[in-house]
């Protein structure tokens, strides 16, 4: 078990400052206090079966919270000041190993839920309080399950993440979604002194349309 307590102030860089076009002279550094804590468990069962888990959990009041976001006149992105945010959440790993003579067999799992909300009104109007910050997801998930044999490896991945509102408000969002990766290998060695690692990779098996900001769509399948 660990636990920590810190007191953050970051100025703003100078891509934030100054980046053309886009760049704010005016923000202001960011400051608060921070807590986090995590648990961890190891344990082995029989000969071959290892397990590893862990339990974190954090919160954070910053001031002046550094942030781009697009403007609403050009839609130029530029870094702004969000006046108090409340950033706090949990995040649970697990990983599961069975290794026994010539294989190895490994499935890990993450789980992190993130609640980022602006706890005040930066004017009368402003409908952005209490809500999720943009482009934070609020929760994010991801499995790898593994495998080796001699020199044959192979793995496959899956990651899920939650949708992303796009404004302060939360009038508009991008949707949810699940991405599916698989990879082969093989490594072959030459002469005992050299390897070659050749590869397959199929990225986004299942053709998924995503975009990482709105109106940026990534690719599709990708081998």
Known sequence: LKASLSYNYRFPSMSDMYWVPGGNPFLKPEKGL?????????????????IRSSLSCYRMDITNWIMWLPNNTNYIWTPVNIND?????AEVTLKLDWIT???????????AYTSSENKNKNFEEDNSQH??????PLQKANARLSAEWKNFQFAY?????????????ESYETPAYTIHNAELSYKCKIRNRYSVTPKITVQNIFDEYYESTQYYPMP????
């Open 34 to 50: 921070s807590y986090d804590a995590t648990l961890t468990y190891t344990s082995k069962i029989g000969s071959c079966f290892y």
């Open 85 to 89: 945010v409340l950033s706090q959440g």
């Open 101 to 111: 003579y010539n294989v190895k067999i490994g499935l890990m799992g993450n789980y």
């Open 131 to 136: 809500k999720q910050l943009p482009y934070i």
């Open 157 to 169: 991945n899956v990651s899920f993440t939650d949708k992303r509102y796009v404004t302060q408000d």
């Open 220 to 223: 599709l399948r990708i081998v």
